[in-house]
């Protein structure tokens, strides 16, 4: 080292070395954080396309799960509206509860206290389900569906506990008190394209809404497909035999590990057996 | 040289926590395999029991595996008469550090 009137420094030979290592050191350091962030892509990329796919396959079974459907039944007693490979409509339950009176035609008035729903019935969007005697034939009991025309959230029972009053077309008759009723909207469960990718998407078939995303995107070909199996668990599209539905999802993502290589895809099936197969 | 001792230690521990982090993305798909084909098989149980009048005589409804399915390994059991049968449904995987199994218990009423 040289020193000049009792000043310390470097050479130039000693700054021109540390220089060299610095930017050895720095290359380094910056080649691993180029090869942190494209790994960290990466695996956010496989996170979001897993917790997709989950979500879809959790969403599908929980909305098909409460469906039933009866042997020989006619169009009341099955909850299947139609069926495709990659696209269904049923009715979505959407409260259930007990009439506490017997009115007018077509009045129903249903406890509070008695009634479960996910939200209140909407005039125009859900029907009921009403479960009367003598239908269809005097000797039986049965289902029958009614539009639902108008409501009333600020009503009481007899007893002068709240209820909801419900009008329903008047040539259903008169429904007695005690008649177990179901609010239903009819939906569809379907793979849609939009945007040049492929979505699953759920619509209410009732108040004619335009489909909408709630996952996705999936695989091009199969990427949401639907098989409906009978008590045997063999194919079917027959509604009133159907017991189970198998889905499948497959969903795809960006692959940041090799962009030229396919996308990434992820398969999730699951088999929901449907409430008449399980009681 | 201190800092390059520190910087290096950095770097490492980066890396480790990287790979940590996909081994745990790479359970948590197979994690979720596992529990989905478990839940299948208690529906296709679930299915057996009501198949049959009475209730739960039907010869599928009854313990079986072991059954490798989507590469996994899947056993169950049923358990004996009763007005609610245990359905323990078991799937094992490998991981790294040796087999690990995901188990699905419920009842199915008979």
Redesign the interface.
Known sequence: MLILGGRRGFTLAETLLAMVLLLM?SGS?YR?LLS?VR??RS?TE??AL?SNV?GA?LVAGNELRELSTAAGGNGAQNDLLSLGPNAISYRAMRGFGYTCQTLGPGLLRISRSAFFAYRDPQPGRDSALLYLSGMPTPADSGWITAGIIALSSSSTCGGGEPAISLTLPAGIGTVPGGTPVRIYEAMELAAYQADGQWWLGLRSLSSGEAIQPIFGPLATTEGFRLAYGD???MATVVPSLI??ISVTIRGTGVNYDNSSAAPLS?V??????LKN??? | MLALIVLSVGILALSGSSAMVNRMIGRGRVETHAALLAARRVERLRMAAASTSPRCTSASFTSGGPVWEDGLRQSWTVGPAGPVRKVRVSVSYLTIRGTRSAVLETGIPC
């Open positions: 050191v350091v691993v942190t790994l960290t695996q496989h996170i897993q989950r396959a008590a045997a668990q017991k189970s992820e999730l099936s699951t088999q929901i057996a197969a399980q009681y």
